[in-house]
Nanobody
Framework: QVQLVESGGGLVQPGGSLRLSCAAS????????MGWYRQAPGKQRELVAS???????SYADSVKDRFTISRDNALNTVYLQMNSLKPEDTAAYYC???????????????WGQGTQVTVSS
């Protein structure tokens, strides 16, 4: 069974930095895209950043030039480096992997459990 485990959230002051990690474990044949989403209280979940298997990245306008997504295929891990954090970045952050489990015929989306990021002075 495939599981995604996130780490790295916490409380940080405005202007500070955090690095989120999300590692997949289990029997995996192939991982396609990886992404980070966030959801603030009372708001819909939104895509923050994504990275393809080939390394192409895309970002929400609100985080461009501040956040960087990267992946380590050998470790089945995706990272989100968050710099110049703002109070409006406060949210629960979720990783998402589009992958094919070993022995499966179709791709599926898997989600991490979520990690809280709070930006406050």
């Amino acid at each position: 069974q495939v599981q995604l485990v996130e780490s790295g959230g916490g409380l940080v002051q405005p202007g500070g930095s955090l690095r989120l990690s999300c590692a997949a474990s289990g029997s995996i044949f192939r991982i396609n895209a990886m992404g980070w989403y966030r959801q603030a209280p009372g708001k819909q979940r939104e895509l923050v950043a994504s990275i393809t298997s080939g390394g192409s990245t895309s970002y929400a306008d609100s985080v461009k030039d501040r956040f960087t997504i990267s992946r380590d295929n050998a470790l089945n891990t995706v990272y989100l480096q968050m710099n110049s954090l703002k109070p409006e970045d406060t949210a629960a952050y979720y990783c998402n992997f589009n992958l094919v489990p070993r022995g499966a015929r179709y791709v599926s989306d898997y989600w991490g459990q979520g990690t809280q990021v709070t930006v406050s002075s």
